[in-house]
């Protein structure tokens, strides 16, 4: 899932809120510090989250916030999350589909290397079907 990240910068530091998530904020000495803790608190916060069987927020797009008053001079980045690793251990399973459907999938990893494999795939687009 990407989740927007809104970076203010205090004097040497930075400071990070993530809208979407209630109570998730970070920060970091670099920008780039500062949006890798980010990634690591919206990480935890969600996986508390799935542990006590709570819903997964919504990851808005950045335009919801850009004429909100309370993000005004802010830096805007994008987290992607992925919520499947923080699902517990993986089983094997037997799924049954048209041998087009597994044709179309398979031409879609091999361009988009981020799911890494078939079973990566159908895992985040049910996550992201699922658990928001």
């Known amino acids: 899932m990407l989740y927007p990240i809104a970076i203010d910068k205090a004097n040497s530091s930075f400071g990070v809120r993530v809208p979407d998530i209630q109570g998730c904020f970070s920060g970091g000495e670099t920008l780039s510090d500062a949006v890798e803790s980010a990634k690591e608190a919206i990480e935890a916060h969600l996986e508390l989250l799935l542990q006590e069987k709570e819903s997964l927020p919504i990851a808005n797009s950045i335009d919801k916030y850009l004429s909100d008053a309370e993000y ?60 928001i």
């Open 72 to 131: 005004k001079n802010v830096i805007w980045a994008v987290v992607d999350v992925d919520v499947t690793r923080l699902m517990g251990k993986t089983e094997k399973i037997n799924v049954t589909l048209p041998s087009l459907l597994i044709h179309r999938i398979d031409q879609y990893v091999a361009s988009h290397p981020e799911y890494g494999s078939r079973s990566g795939f159908l895992a985040k687009v049910a996550a992201e079907n699922i658990l």
